[in-house]
């Protein structure tokens, strides 16, 4: 297994699933962590030792027992550091153009469980460094159950080297989604004579899977060959990721509309535009059908 050192490749895409990077937390970083325990194990094995010594020696000789739970506690988070190491001997992590993928040993039991990261549900990904290019890369995952824009951290890559080339392709290959909304979406008109998209153009998708693309224009009666896109009631979202990768963010956008039982009509488009800073963004939508 290559070590986590290892210069990130610089692809991504959606066709079959490439390795992008692989590696392993380093011991002495994963150790690192677990340090803070040390002292406190210490403490507890020393109040331990002196409430057996009290209360044995004032009370009754059995009773020294009760405190055993607390030197029992004690030697275990004091050797929090070892088994940390140990632990990341077993830990593998691995990039792909689809996901992130982590294997760990689960405590106390010889069983590896595998837990994978996908742009459906990672919204965001930071890297909390230690100053010196190491630390751990945390995954925020959106939590639908609870609201829009709701995250729960996950610390997914942990004590890794080269820590901001490896949060830079995190991002690029899990970060594809800005916040989903139901709005009332206008309607746009685009002219379908196969000219080359430029920065203000429309890729339509009908419902039988037919696709039409074509630049924005002003006026829907200017010529022929001008077709619009629905008005009403749309769940939209803005691309934050590589074109490549668009698929995904058409992913989040049905994942969205599942959870709160909305019916999407299966006419989606892309509006491609630039933002208020000057910069090329993409816009999504997916029609939603309204009752009678």
């Given amino acids: 297994m290559p070590s986590a050192t290892e210069t990130p490749a610089a692809e991504h895409g959606t066709g079959p699933e ?5 590696g392993q937390p380093r011991p002495d970083l994963a150790g690192r962590a677990a340090r803070v325990l040390v002292p406190i194990g210490a403490t507890f094995i020393f109040t331990g030792l002196m409430f057996s010594a009290m209360v044995g020696t004032i009370i009754a000789t059995w009773m020294y027992l009760l405190g055993l739970p607390f030197v029992a506690l ?64 945390v995954f925020f995952l959106r939590d639908e159950a609870v609201g829009d824009g709701v995250t729960i951290a996950r610390r997914a890559f942990e004590g890794v080297d080269g820590l ?28 379908v004579d196969g000219t080359p998209l430029g920065p203000r153009s429309v890729t339509f998708h009908d419902s039988s899977g037919e ?24 769940a939209v979202a803005v691309h934050e990721g590589p074109a490549d990768r668009l698929s995904w963010t058409h992913e989040v956008i049905r994942a969205w509309c599942k959870h709160r039982g909305l019916q999407t009509t299966g006419l989606s488009w892309e509006v491609q535009d630039e933002a208020p800073d000057g910069r090329g963004r993409i816009e999504v939508y997916h029609q939603i059908a309204v009752e009678p």
Avoid at 105 to 133: C, H, M, N, W, Y
Avoid at 165 to 191: H, M, N, Q, Y
């Fill in 74 to 137: 004690g030697i275990y988070l004091t050797l929090s550091t070892r088994r940390a190491r140990r632990q990341a001997g077993h830990t593998f992590y691995r990039l792909t153009t689809h996901s992130a993928i982590v294997r760990r040993p689960k405590p106390f039991q010889s069983i590896i469980i595998e837990e994978r990261f996908t742009p459906l549900e990672v919204a965001r990904v930071e890297a909390i460094g230690q100053g010196d290019d190491t630390g751990d890369i």
């Fill in 164 to 191: 901001l080339a490896i949060a830079v392709l995190a991002r690029d290959v899990l970060v594809t989604t800005g916040p989903v909304a139901a709005l009332e979406a206008p309607s746009l008109a685009f002219l």
């Fill in 18 to 22: 490439r390795t992008l990077w692989e």
């Fill in 211 to 234: 696709v039409h693309s074509g630049p924005l224009v002003t006026d829907s009666a200017a010529s022929a060959g001008v077709a619009t896109t629905p008005n009403g009631l749309a």
